[in-house]
């Protein structure tokens, strides 16, 4: 069982930068693919960006490649998604997930965290 709890959402301007964390519990973090994922008032939930388990391979949506990196910590069982040129399209509920199959299929994650709010003015 993983535990996975999201923070460092929150309001920014337009071109302004965020960066989420996401910490989990457990000891076998470096198992799992570990991958963001957002959320939009009446949409679906999309896949962001995600990092293998021992961070030597990234892969990213098209529309945040360039802005967004995906990094992790294993030592402190810790993901982050650092976000840069943050645009108002971006304004979503930010969930981290961690899945032990693939990258970007949301059924594919076992674990989910509760979800940070970013928003961003224009």
């Known amino acids: 069982q993983v535990q996975l709890v999201e923070s460092g959402g929150g309001l920014v301007q337009a071109g302004g930068s965020l960066r989420l964390s996401c910490t989990a519990s457990g000891r076998t973090f470096s198992r799992y693919i570990m991958g963001w994922f957002r959320q939009a008032p009446g949409k679906e939930r999309e896949f962001v960006a995600a990092?293998?388990?021992?961070?030597?391979?990234?892969d990213y949506a098209d529309s945040v490649k360039g802005r967004f990196t995906i990094s992790r910590d294993n030592a402190k069982n810790t993901a982050y998604l650092q976000m840069n040129s943050l645009k108002p399209e971006d304004t979503a509920v930010y969930y981290c997930?961690?899945?032990?199959?693939?990258?970007?299929?949301?059924?594919?994650?076992?674990?989910w965290g509760q979800g940070t709010q970013v928003t961003v003015s224009s």
């Open positions: 990092v293998s388990g021992l961070g030597r391979s990234t």
């Open positions: 997930a961690a899945s032990q199959r693939s990258y970007r299929m949301v059924s594919d994650y076992d674990y």
